[in-house]
């Protein structure tokens, strides 16, 4: 059975081992651990976005999505700069 997800990266450790956490409907439900180079190179950073499809746990194929990650970092930062304006003016 083959299923598909959204994930993101969540950290590489010791420069070998990515960590993804796999989402639904906005929720993270899992973790999936890989080799780092199994990861298309330009989405090798923390907060890289990709669609993961799984066959039966295995890894079956991984597309890094550039302008989803923009989209989160963006909204992200945009979060981070009103909840900073509102804790200045406290």
């Not at 080799?35 to 907060?47: D, K, M, N, Y």
């Not at 991984?62 to 909204?75: K, L």
Request: glycine share 8%; net charge negative.
């Amino acid at each position: 059975m083959t299923e598909t997800y959204t994930a993101v990266l969540d950290r590489i450790v010791d420069g070998e081992t990515a960590v993804l956490l796999l989402e639904a409907d906005g929720t993270v439900i899992d973790e999936h651990v890989l080799a780092v180079e199994e990861l298309p190179e330009e989405g090798r950073h923390g907060g890289a976005v990709f669609d993961v499809e799984l066959e039966n746990g295995a890894l079956r194929g991984v597309t890094y999505r550039p302008s989803v990650t923009e989209e989160r970092q963006r909204s992200a930062q945009d979060r981070f700069d009103r909840l900073s304006r509102r804790l200045s003016e406290e």
